[in-house]
């Protein structure tokens, strides 16, 4: 397999071999799709063509993921199972630290980059593709984005090698879409800050080395008195709560974070006390573009496989795919994913040129989730009762 950094090696490369075929062979060319302007939406037009690097990184990820996680895809779902020996060969390969600099042990690479690369893994596994994003884009991109050097020292080189598991708690029970809510509480107590509360949802709270947490510093100042910190696995008063039993994405691990009395040096703190929920903003700005990645991903593998089908399946002495109501919801399908794609690379071309995001990630986010879930259903249609047993792949979308 090629690792990421071997890529960037080739930059101006000509000649990449064509895109594999295969599961996703009619998955359309990316580079294609994105040679286009994204002025839709009433936004900055953006240049959006794919260079050789990059289609050469999304090939690099597609092929860990067809080898490395597509032949467990089915016991993984089944068993809740989170394949910590394979996140950390997707360390290896660089695929979890995609925007760490190459000076602090990662790929040095931008969003246009980082978003083939969860596209592809979420082709062959959303759940796999949910923790490569929060990963890389919630732990990890809160280090990058507001640790201290001493910090990026400490914790981007192991993270972003996967020899480390990042995990970032903002969701409390009462505080989930209302994150100004945040009741857990940090009280400094000399060169120490104790932690109260608990982090619901919490993105591999069970598997994670490393956990960024947000609690309220001045409950006076409500969403300006919360602040972030950074805590080791096995500090005292830091332990799992309950494990989410998901409906879907179940190989990867959600749970919760209870902190009890946890005491953690001064230097936890990540930033600037009372400047947690700001970060938090900011972290979710590049975080919803790797969710519509995840999206995108999904949507693109349940079309993959509705084809395949399509194809296959006889009925009345035919292909069903010969039959132009199938051919209709085909077209739907790749027409929406195609669409949520772009979107999606436009926010990514955007954050590249270091320009405003927010409007433009929300935007791919909310209609690339929107698109997965209406793919992932017509994909259970076209196969029909197969559709609806574990057997077959896209109940898994
Ligand atoms: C698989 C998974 C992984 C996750 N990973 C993480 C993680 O790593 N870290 C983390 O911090 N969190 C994580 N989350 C939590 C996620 O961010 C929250 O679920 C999300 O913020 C919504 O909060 P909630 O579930 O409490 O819903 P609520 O906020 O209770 O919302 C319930 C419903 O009310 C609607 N609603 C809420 N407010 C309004 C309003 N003002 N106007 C109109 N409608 C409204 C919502 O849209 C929703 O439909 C994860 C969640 C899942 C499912």
New binding site residues.
Partial sequence: MIPLWWCWQQKGTRGIPEQKQGAFATDSPVRESCDRQGAAAGGQPVKMELTDQQVMIRQAAAEFAQKEIGPHVREWDRDAHFPVDVMRQAGELGFLGVLVPESYGGAGLGYVEYVGVIEEIAKVCPAIG?SVA?HNS?CTGHMLLFGSEQQKQRYLPQLATGRWIG?????EPT?????GGTRTTAVRDGDEWVLNGS??????AAVGDVVVVFASTDASKKHHGISSFVIDKGTPGLTVGKH?D?LG?RA?D?SEVVLQNCRVPADALVGREGEGFKQAMKVLDGGRISIAALSVGTAAGALGHAIDYAREREQFDRPIGAFQAIQFKIADMATETEAARLLTYRAATLADEGKPVTTASAMAKLFASEVAVRVAEQAVQVFGGYGFVKDYPVEKY
Wanted: neutral net charge; without cysteine.
């Fill in positions: 949910l929060a919630l995990a970032w708690g903002l969701t505080a989930g879409s209302d994150a982090k619901t949802f919490t993105t591999h989410e998901k994405m990867s959600t």
